[in-house]
């Protein structure tokens, strides 16, 4: 059993080609066993035998398919990181409110079936080094102010970080480490050029997984449960 005890599993949620994979790759790096989880895994497929990582089909607002996933997991969870987030944009008035439900489906109510399933599997398992695991959500600078014509992201990601600071309140003390991070500006994801007078004006995916590495390799002692980050030109 000792290898079982050394063993330490990482599950990232709503993994495509940008952050989420860049973030898959530094947990790699630093030694975790991955498991990543989106609704098409045909489409990460590639990331996933580069990473030597196994896969799961998701919908992450589904609560039985949450329950699946995290029931699939054998082994010790050490670090969840939540990426999914769905946008509507348009003026309030002419939002679908289909399409407004579903959006805070998937931001917020699917960062709190996450959350709950994965804190209750790291509740369950032994510490390592005083700490059970680590709780990650991706949030964004809608989740500290709402834009025009972004009602239903901000409602998402307000939810999302009122979820994130009740966690940590909670879990911090019985050895989870829950935070949220801020992206507060444009990712340079896969596709998305940055304009020429303006060069590194967003922020890269691979120094945002270095702060995610960071806050899941941070001493007890010392927790962050927030952490914004922002390119230099970005305005606040």
């Known amino acids: 059993m000792e290898g079982e005890m050394a063993r330490s599993i990482a599950l990232v949620v709503g993994v495509g080609d940008g952050l989420s994979a860049s973030v898959a790759r530094q947990l790699h790096s630093a030694g975790h066993e991955l498991v990543l989880a989106a609704r098409n895994t045909g489409k990460i497929a590639s990331l996933a035998n580069q ?14 398919e949450v329950d699946a996933l995290m029931a699939s997991i054998d082994g010790p969870l050490r670090v969840c990181v939540y990426n999914p987030s769905y946008r509507q944009r348009g003026p309030l008035v002419d939002l679908d409110p289909i399409e407004v439900e579903r959006s805070i489906r998937v931001t917020a109510f699917g960062s709190f079936l996450v959350g709950q399933s994965a804190a209750r599997k790291m509740l369950d ?93 941070q001493n007890r002692s010392a927790w962050s449960d927030e952490l914004t980050l922002r390119p230099w030109v970005e305005h606040f």
């Open 125 to 217: 398992q032994d510490e390592e080094a005083g700490v059970r695991g680590t709780i990650l959500f991706t949030g964004a600078s809608a989740g500290v102010k709402g834009f025009p014509q972004s009602a239903p992201f901000a409602m998402g990601k307000f939810a999302q970080r009122g979820l994130a600071q009740s966690m940590a309140r909670e879990l911090h003390p019985q050895g989870i480490h829950v935070a949220w991070i801020n992206i507060d500006g444009a990712i340079r994801n896969p596709g998305r050029t940055e304009p020429s007078d303006k060069p590194q004006s967003m922020l890269d995916p691979d120094e945002i997984a270095k702060s995610y590495i960071a806050l899941v390799e």
């Open 51 to 64: 990473l030597g990582a196994r896969t799961v089909a998701c919908d992450a607002s589904d609560p039985g």
